[in-house]
């Protein structure tokens, strides 16, 4: 007969069993066509407007991050952009639409925004950007070799309607951007592309322009840019309208812009609710809650191909929780099943780009906001920057919905990119892989076996804590070296006939050499 020690001790033994038991999943992998493609340059950050005095919920967050405050000689914040060599970065954010350009140095006390309790937008007055903060700005793009997007003020020259609140009315004046085109021009500074207006479609966060307006406007920017840039193998793309999906409003602006007037349909995604939501980390590992924005990725690229086939989609800010990001959440490990996982859903529906709010400032940054040191999720997007191409492979498995699997042709090679989070705290999982080559959609599928050793890259959070603020590769916390240099991204090589471990609350990068996928060829 068993005695208590022994009946405690087999508990524990079986309950130990229970939670380390590895769960096999069967992955496959459709290698014979690309289902969709990005730009090569697809993860992209956003450099904010925000004074040190925006605050939320008793927090004031973005300290000296914002554009007129930034530390642009800051040796780690240079060196974070280098690493990705290039980094796309848009210039732009909820003030973009109050910011006037000085170039002609005829707007007196040209000052940064100030509090104002009545008569602005969100709290602040106009700001003014003197030419020689642009120049700093371009000296940085131009050193650490950024890909630029410029949001312009797209509510210069309007007024706020007398009959409908919120509303501004009015042609948009596009002499004070014209300005700003042939200052840039005339100093040599690239821009990739204009993005006009931010959060001003459908009903609008502080204003809003009615679809057919926001179309003309478009097309005046279109006009102004083929101007100002007649070379069109240098001609900087158009984006707009920048702001959150709505049916109604996106189909009349898309149907009435023109033909070949928007290169990129931007749109903006804050699905996990306000920053103080206290059940933001329950989000963002909840797989059936991360799927239901899929349906808006799905919308924006239908409408697109129905209304102008010639653009693609851009989701051109997105920081998961708004105001300023989850507090508590944001820049720790956890943040990075959300991040990451958009970053895999956008790309399978056809998005071109994916740009992080914000690259430092607020609780959502990819670097810390006083000390530049990268957040976890800086090394993920570094990570999909380097070993993520732009094919974007068809990927199925009957496991786990906690299981969340992505494929993509490598940036660099012609072999396969997996990407696996693994949103159980619990259940780790051993993947095998299969071959999906029948075009026709039926069987057989035939199991994968590499002869080629597989890097991988696992990013896992220091001691097992998801909301811990620093993250492990391969077991080894990555830190910045003594000499403040972004450490160097290791893979581990595993013989490629075992099946791919992935541990529980965890997040990986594979590369599969021998993978027979004529897409990627």
Same mark, same amino acid.
């Given at each position: 007969?068993?005695?208590?020690?022994?009946?405690?001790?087999?508990?524990?033994?079986?309950? /130990?069993?229970?939670?380390?038991?590895?769960?096999?999943?069967?992955?496959?992998?459709?290698?014979?066509?690309?289902?969709?493609?990005?730009? &090569?340059?697809?993860? *992209? #950050?956003?450099? %904010?407007?925000?004074?040190?005095?925006?605050?939320?919920? %008793?927090? *004031?967050?973005?300290?000296?991050?914002?554009?007129?405050?930034?530390?642009?000689?800051?040796?780690?914040?240079?060196?974070?952009?280098?690493?990705?060599?290039?980094?796309?970065? @848009?210039?732009?954010?909820?003030?973009?639409?109050?910011?006037?350009?000085?170039?002609?140095?005829?707007?007196?006390?040209?000052?940064?925004?100030?509090?104002?309790?009545?008569?602005?937008?969100?709290?602040?007055?106009?700001?003014?950007?003197?030419?020689?903060?642009?120049?700093?700005?371009?000296?940085?793009?131009?050193?650490?070799?950024?890909?630029?997007?410029?949001?312009?003020?797209?509510?210069?020259? @309007?007024?706020?309607? &007398?009959?409908?609140?919120?509303?501004?009315?009015?042609?948009?004046?596009?002499?004070?951007?014209?300005?700003?085109?042939?200052?840039? +021009?005339?100093?040599?500074?690239? +821009?990739?592309?204009?993005?006009?207006?931010?959060?001003? /479609?459908?009903?609008?966060?502080?204003?809003? =322009?009615?679809?057919?307006?926001?179309?003309?406007?478009?097309?005046?920017?279109?006009?102004?840019?083929?101007?100002?840039?007649?070379?069109?193998?240098?001609?900087?793309?158009?984006?707009?309208?920048?702001?959150?999906?709505?049916?109604?409003?996106?189909?009349?602006?898309? %149907?009435?812009?023109?033909?070949?007037?928007?290169?990129?349909?931007?749109?903006?995604?804050?699905?996990?609710?306000?920053?103080?939501?206290?059940?933001?980390?329950?989000?963002?590992? %909840?797989?059936?809650?991360?799927?239901?924005?899929?349906?808006?990725?799905?919308?924006?690229?239908?409408?697109?191909?129905?209304?102008?086939?010639?653009?693609?989609?851009?989701?051109? &800010?997105?920081?998961?929780?708004?105001?300023?990001?989850?507090?508590?959440?944001?820049?720790?490990?956890?943040?990075?099943?959300?991040?990451?996982?958009?970053?895999?859903?956008?790309?399978?529906?056809?998005?071109?780009?994916?740009? @992080?709010?914000?690259?430092?400032?607020?609780?959502?940054?990819?670097?810390?906001?006083?000390?530049?040191?990268?957040?976890?999720?800086?090394?993920?997007?570094?990570?999909?920057?380097?070993?993520?191409?732009?094919?974007?492979?068809?990927?199925?498995?009957?496991?786990?919905?906690?299981?969340?699997?992505?494929?993509? /042709?490598?940036?660099?090679?012609?072999? $396969?990119? $997996?990407? #696996?989070?693994?949103?159980?705290?619990?259940?780790?999982?051993?993947?095998?892989?299969? !071959?999906?080559?029948?075009?026709?959609?039926?069987?057989?599928?035939?199991?994968?076996?590499? !002869?080629?050793? @597989?890097?991988?890259? !696992?990013?896992?959070?220091?001691?097992?804590?998801?909301?811990?603020?620093?993250?492990?590769?391969?077991?080894?916390?990555?830190?910045?070296?003594?000499?403040?240099?972004?450490?160097?991204?290791?893979?581990?090589?595993?013989?490629?006939?075992?099946?791919?471990? =992935?541990?529980?609350?965890?997040?990986?990068?594979?590369?599969?050499?021998?993978?027979?996928?004529?897409?990627?060829?």
């Amino acid at each position: 007969m068993m005695n208590f020690k022994s009946i405690t001790f087999f508990v524990v033994f079986l309950s /130990c069993l229970l939670v380390s038991k590895a769960e096999k999943v069967e992955v496959v992998v459709e290698g014979a066509t690309s289902i969709a493609q990005t730009d &090569e340059d697809f993860i *992209c #950050v956003t450099l %904010d407007w925000w004074p040190t005095n925006k605050c939320d919920y %008793d927090q *004031c967050p973005w300290g000296q991050a914002g554009l007129f405050n930034l530390d642009l000689k800051n040796k780690i914040l240079e060196k974070a952009v280098k690493a990705f060599h290039p980094l796309r970065i @848009r210039v732009g954010g909820s003030l973009q639409d109050q910011v006037v350009y000085n170039v002609r140095n005829n707007i007196e006390n040209c000052q940064p925004f100030q509090k104002q309790d009545k008569g602005f937008l969100f709290g602040f007055s106009i700001g003014c950007l003197d030419m020689k903060r642009w120049d700093e700005l371009n000296e940085f793009f131009n050193q650490t070799r950024a890909k630029v997007t410029f949001g312009l003020n797209a509510l210069i020259g @309007r007024k706020e309607s &007398e009959t409908e609140k919120t509303l501004w009315v009015g042609d948009w004046y596009s002499h004070n951007a014209r300005d700003l085109m042939s200052y840039t +021009i005339s100093k040599g500074y690239t +821009i990739d592309s204009y993005e006009l207006g931010n959060e001003l /479609c459908g009903v609008g966060v502080s204003a809003r =322009i009615e679809a057919k307006q926001y179309a003309k406007d478009m097309a005046t920017l279109k006009n102004l840019v083929k101007e100002m840039y007649p070379n069109p193998k240098t001609q900087p793309k158009i984006l707009g309208p920048g702001g959150f999906y709505d049916k109604k409003w996106f189909d009349t602006f898309l %149907d009435a812009s023109g033909h070949d007037v928007i290169d990129g349909v931007t749109h903006h995604i804050y699905n996990l609710g306000p920053g103080n939501n206290p059940d933001v980390v329950r989000r963002v590992q %909840d797989p059936f809650f991360l799927t239901q924005i899929a349906q808006t990725f799905k919308d924006v690229s239908n409408a697109i191909v129905k209304f102008a086939p010639w653009s693609g989609a851009w989701v051109s &800010e997105s920081g998961g929780a708004y105001n300023s990001g989850g507090q508590l959440v944001s820049y720790t490990f956890a943040f990075g099943f959300w991040y990451l996982d958009q970053l895999g859903m956008t790309s399978v529906y056809n998005h071109k780009v994916y740009c @992080r709010q914000a690259l430092t400032g607020g609780n959502y940054a990819l670097l810390n906001t006083t000390t530049f040191v990268p957040n976890p999720d800086y090394y993920g997007a570094l990570l999909w920057h380097r070993v993520m191409g732009s094919k974007v492979l068809s990927v199925t498995h009957k496991g786990s919905p906690y299981l969340r699997v992505y494929s993509h /042709c490598a940036k660099k090679e012609v072999i $396969i990119i $997996i990407l #696996v989070i693994n949103l159980s705290k619990n259940t780790s999982f051993e993947i095998d892989l299969f !071959h999906d080559l029948n075009l026709n959609g039926g069987s057989p599928n035939f199991e994968f076996k590499g !002869h080629k050793k @597989r890097e991988e890259y !696992h990013l896992t959070p220091k001691d097992g804590n998801i909301l811990s603020s620093i993250v492990l590769l391969n077991g080894t916390p990555l830190e910045l070296s003594d000499s403040l240099e972004i450490p160097e991204l290791k893979p581990k090589l595993v013989d490629g006939l075992k099946p791919i471990s =992935i541990a529980a609350h965890s997040i990986a990068f594979v590369t599969i050499r021998d993978f027979n996928a004529p897409a990627c060829s």
